[in-house]
């Protein structure tokens, strides 16, 4: 730290979600001098925080549980008294949501700013002294602008402020669910945009407490903000390359797995995120390519713009794909037939929902009226209801005797409950326990012919063709 870096004792962090409460947990974990508390609104929220019982954490993330048992209560804390947290911070982190407007301009595509806005003005009425305010949100470029013109509004006008003043910066949180523990311990670089060479160096101490020196970068503040957005359209885009591959895969006899591996074996290109599916969910990447695709027209680049859209819309086309040649496969039809659902996540090791693939291929399979069983090891029934819009069926006999021809669902405990007297399984997100699955067993309790669709390809296609299961996988033209 250089000598006029100011040294931070106390960290206040707005937001205790899948982003802030891993992110501070880490930072708590091996700065075990700087005293750090989460805060939120939602006070259930916090309540899950402070559960006695590690297992009943909001965010389900391998690990997590641990670090939070080793720092909560010792320099760690999650309240909803956000005021005095904020009074008694040297910095503050925004972590608040900020999704897709739904509606006024640039509904569809720009960020809602909202939650990051009021934070700003919550900091600017709390906060005293100093104060470092650094985006941890993933945001627009030049919102710093926003929070900068907010706090400066606060600087040393309110009565009382006693000098009160504030650097901002932007530190993007590149983490991604199911392995963020591993990616906040060891991360490939962590990124600091700034104007203030001593906020940028007092944030850049607290990571050199376990992030080696050469992976701290220091860039402008708007340098910073649009890396973020860059990076997760980039990782978007391979995602919608390897899709569309996949698909001309099927058309053409050719394996989407064996295309991936002999290019990515180009270390130009390279092996990671090139595994077809069904489609990208997640709170980033939707979301943060829209806003691209928003700033790029406001700037006029409708050119650019149009690029990063089609990215989107490929991934969209994907899902709806998946679900129509579900149908197709049963004969054209899924009216009445129960049809198992294996994952809803969007994506292993997280109980995470947020722009899952399953929310939109579960509702054009419920609009062909299937009966839909779901199986996820770690997704409350509560979280697929919301999802879904609707409730689930009262019981498996009331399914059952449904012959109305609308589509209903209801939530499994177990694989073996979901495919029980199911057409077809459709495998949706990568959980280890869908790898080795008893398909001999499971098949006999499925009505035949029956199907498997593995869009996630982590079946074992011996065991599946050996159970007498129809399968069709990903990208694999050889099959179906
Ligand atoms: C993150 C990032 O912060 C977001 O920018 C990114 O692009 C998506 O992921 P995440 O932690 O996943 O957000 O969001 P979420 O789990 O919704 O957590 C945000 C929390 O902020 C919520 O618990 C919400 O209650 C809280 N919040 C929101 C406040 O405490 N105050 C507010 O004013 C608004
Ligand atoms: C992403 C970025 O990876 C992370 O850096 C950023 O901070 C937040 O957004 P996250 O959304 O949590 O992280 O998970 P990620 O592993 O990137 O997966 C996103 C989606 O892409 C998932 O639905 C996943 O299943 C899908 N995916 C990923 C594929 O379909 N194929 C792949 O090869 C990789």
């Given at each position: 730290m250089?000598?006029?870096?100011?040294?931070?004792?106390?960290?206040c962090?707005?937001?205790?979600?899948?982003?802030?409460?891993?992110?501070?947990?880490?930072?708590?974990?091996?700065?075990?001098?700087?005293?750090?508390?989460?805060?939120?609104?939602?006070?259930?929220?916090i309540?899950?925080?402070?559960?006695?019982d590690?297992?009943?954490?909001?965010?389900?993330?391998?690990?997590?549980?641990?670090?939070?048992?080793?720092?909560?209560?010792?320099?760690?804390?999650?309240?909803?008294?956000?005021?005095?947290?904020i009074?008694?911070?040297?910095?503050?982190?925004?972590?608040?949501?900020?999704?897709t407007k739904?509606?006024?301009?640039?509904?569809?595509?720009?960020?809602?700013?909202?939650?990051?806005?009021?934070s700003?003005?919550?900091?600017?009425?709390?906060?005293?002294?100093?104060?470092?305010v650094?985006e941890?949100?993933?945001l627009?470029?030049r919102?710093?602008?926003?929070?900068k013109?907010?706090?400066?509004?606060?600087q040393g006008?309110?009565?009382?402020?006693?000098?009160?003043?504030?650097?901002?910066l932007?530190?993007?949180?590149?983490?991604?669910?199911?392995t963020?523990i591993?990616?906040?311990?060891?991360?490939?670089?962590?990124?600091?945009?700034?104007?203030?060479p001593?906020?940028?160096?007092?944030?850049a101490?607290?990571?050199?407490?376990?992030?080696?020196?050469?992976?701290?970068?220091?860039?402008?503040?708007?340098?910073?903000?649009?890396?973020?957005?860059?990076a997760?359209?980039?990782?978007?885009?391979?995602?919608?390359?390897?899709?569309?591959?996949?698909?001309?895969c099927?058309?053409?006899?050719?394996?989407?797995?064996?295309?991936?591996?002999?290019?990515g074996?180009?270390?130009?290109?390279?092996?990671?995120f090139?595994?077809?599916?069904?489609?990208?969910?997640?709170?980033?990447?939707?979301?943060?390519?829209?806003?691209?695709?928003?700033?790029?027209?406001h700037?006029?680049?409708?050119?650019v713009?149009?690029?990063w859209?089609?990215?989107?819309?490929?991934?969209?086309?994907?899902?709806?794909?998946?679900?129509?040649?579900?149908?197709?496969?049963?004969?054209?039809?899924?009216t009445?037939?129960?049809?198992?659902?294996?994952?809803?996540?969007?994506?292993?090791?997280?109980?995470d929902t947020?722009?899952?693939?399953?929310?939109r291929?579960?509702?054009?399979?419920?609009?062909?009226?299937?009966?839909?069983?779901?199986?996820d090891?770690?997704?409350?029934?509560?979280?697929m209801?919301?999802?879904?819009?609707?409730?689930?069926?009262?019981?498996?006999?009331?399914?059952?005797?449904?012959?109305?021809?609308?589509?209903s669902?209801?939530?499994?405990?177990s694989?073996?409950?979901?495919?029980h007297?199911?057409?077809?399984?459709?495998?949706?997100?990568?959980?280890?326990?869908?790898?080795?699955?008893?398909?001999?067993?499971?098949?006999a309790?499925?009505?035949q012919?029956?199907w498997?669709?593995?869009?996630?390809a982590?079946?074992?296609?011996?065991?599946v063709?050996?159970?007498g299961?129809?399968?069709?996988?990903?990208?694999?033209?050889?099959?179906?």
């Amino acid at each position: 730290m250089t000598s006029s870096a100011p040294e931070i004792r106390t960290i206040c962090c707005i937001g205790a979600g899948y982003v802030g409460g891993p992110t501070m947990a880490v930072i708590a974990d091996r700065c075990p001098q700087i005293r750090v508390t989460v805060v939120d609104l939602n006070e259930v929220r916090i309540a899950a925080w402070n559960a006695a019982d590690l297992s009943k954490l909001p965010v389900y993330e391998p690990g997590l549980d641990a670090v939070v048992g080793r720092c909560r209560g010792r320099n760690l804390f999650f309240t909803t008294a956000v005021e005095e947290s904020i009074a008694g911070a040297d910095m503050v982190f925004l972590s608040v949501n900020t999704p897709t407007k739904t509606k006024g301009l640039g509904a569809g595509q720009a960020s809602d700013l909202r939650w990051v806005e009021a934070s700003a003005r919550q900091v600017a009425a709390c906060a005293q002294g100093h104060t470092i305010v650094v985006e941890k949100s993933t945001l627009p470029v030049r919102t710093a602008e926003t929070v900068k013109a907010i706090l400066s509004a606060a600087q040393g006008s309110v009565e009382g402020s006693h000098g009160k003043t504030f650097s901002v910066l932007s530190n993007p949180e590149f983490l991604a669910e199911g392995t963020a523990i591993g990616d906040l311990e060891q991360p490939d670089r962590v990124l600091i945009g700034g104007e203030a060479p001593a906020a940028i160096e007092a944030l850049a101490a607290i990571y050199a407490n376990w992030v080696p020196a050469d992976r701290i970068l220091r860039t402008n503040l708007w340098s910073s903000e649009l890396s973020k957005l860059t990076a997760n359209a980039f990782l978007a885009q391979r995602i919608s390359s390897i899709n569309s591959i996949a698909a001309f895969c099927e058309a053409t006899g050719a394996d989407v797995q064996e295309v991936a591996r002999a290019i990515g074996s180009d270390s130009r290109i390279g092996s990671k995120f090139l595994k077809a599916g069904p489609g990208f969910g997640g709170s980033c990447f939707q979301k943060d390519i829209l806003n691209l695709v928003y700033l790029c027209g406001h700037y006029g680049l409708h050119e650019v713009a149009a690029y990063w859209q089609s990215v989107v819309e490929l991934n969209t086309w994907q899902q709806h794909r998946i679900a129509r040649l579900v149908v197709n496969r049963l004969f054209g039809t899924v009216t009445g037939k129960r049809v198992a659902l294996l994952g809803f996540a969007f994506k292993a090791d997280t109980n995470d929902t947020r722009e899952a693939p399953a929310i939109r291929i579960a509702r054009d399979l419920l609009e062909e009226g299937a009966q839909l069983a779901i199986y996820d090891p770690k997704v409350s029934t509560a979280q697929m209801t919301s999802d879904l819009g609707r409730q689930p069926a009262a019981s498996q006999q009331k399914q059952a005797a449904d012959l109305s021809g609308e589509g209903s669902w209801l939530a499994c405990g177990s694989v073996a409950e979901a495919v029980h007297g199911a057409d077809a399984a459709v495998i949706l997100t990568e959980w280890q326990e869908f790898r080795g699955l008893p398909w001999q067993e499971l098949a006999a309790q499925m009505r035949q012919p029956a199907w498997l669709f593995d869009a996630r390809a982590v079946a074992d296609v011996e065991a599946v063709r050996q159970a007498g299961l129809r399968l069709w996988r990903v990208g694999d033209g050889q099959q179906g």
